[in-house]
C-alpha cells in the first residue's frame, strides 16, 4: 500500500541557498540548529514580498500555555523597546508557535499591563525561506516531516 503524503510536507531542495541580507544589521534568533534570519524576515515584510497572518495576541492567555522567562530578558533593552512594533511568532513545532523576535516587547507590554499585542504569525512552511543556513534548514524539513509523521 502506497503512503499518501501529508499536505504539510515539505521538500527538502539539496540546493538550498539562504536569503541574503541587503541591510547590514544581522539579526538571527537561534532555536538549536535551526537558526532564523529575523532581519530578512522584517526586510521582506516591509518590502511587501512576505505578507505574514497578522495576528493580536492576548498576552495573559499565551504566558499560561508558552514557556515565559523574564529573568533572562536585558532590563535596560526592555526600557527602549517599541510595544506598538508587531512581535513575531514562528510555528517551529507543528501546531505549536513560540516568539521567535519580540520577547522584550512582549514583556514591557505585560508590565504595562496591556491585554493584547500585535504579531506576524508564520507558519512551519513559511518558514522555510528564512533559514540562516543550510544544515539548519535541512535538518528542519526531516524534523518537520518526521512529526507530521506521527500525527
Given at each position: 500500500m502506497?503512503?499518501i503524503?501529508h499536505?504539510r510536507s515539505?521538500k527538502?531542495?539539496?540546493n538550498?541557498?539562504?536569503?541574503q541580507?541587503?541591510g547590514?544589521e544581522?539579526?538571527i534568533?537561534p532555536?538549536?540548529?535551526f537558526?532564523?534570519f529575523?532581519?530578512?524576515?522584517l ?6 514580498h512576505f ?5 493580536r495576541i492576548n498576552l495573559?492567555?499565551?504566558?499560561k500555555?508558552?514557556?515565559?522567562s ?9 526600557k527602549i523597546a517599541d ?9 517551529i513545532k507543528?501546531?505549536?508557535f513560540?516568539?521567535i523576535d ?5 514583556e ?8 493584547t499585542?500585535?504579531s506576524?504569525?508564520?507558519?512551519g512552511?513559511?518558514l522555510?525561506p ?22
Amino acid at each position: 500500500m502506497k503512503k499518501i503524503k501529508h499536505p504539510r510536507s515539505l521538500k527538502l531542495l539539496k540546493n538550498y541557498i539562504p536569503k541574503q541580507q541587503v541591510g547590514e544589521e544581522i539579526e538571527i534568533y537561534p532555536n538549536g540548529v535551526f537558526t532564523f534570519f529575523i532581519s530578512k524576515i522584517l526586510e521582506d515584510i516591509k518590502s511587501g514580498h512576505f505578507k505574514p497572518k497578522k495576528q493580536r495576541i492576548n498576552l495573559e492567555k499565551w504566558i499560561k500555555t508558552h514557556y515565559h522567562s523574564p529573568d533572562s530578558l536585558d532590563e535596560n533593552h526592555l526600557k527602549i523597546a517599541d510595544t506598538s512594533k508587531p512581535i513575531i511568532q514562528a510555528e517551529i513545532k507543528i501546531g505549536k508557535f513560540e516568539i521567535i523576535d519580540g520577547n522584550h516587547r512582549f514583556e514591557k507590554a505585560l508590565r504595562e499591563g496591556k491585554k493584547t499585542i500585535n504579531s506576524y504569525k508564520i507558519y512551519g512552511e513559511e518558514l522555510v525561506p528564512y533559514f540562516y543556513d543550510q544544515k539548519g534548514y535541512a535538518c528542519f524539513v526531516k524534523y518537520w516531516n518526521s512529526k507530521l509523521e506521527d500525527a
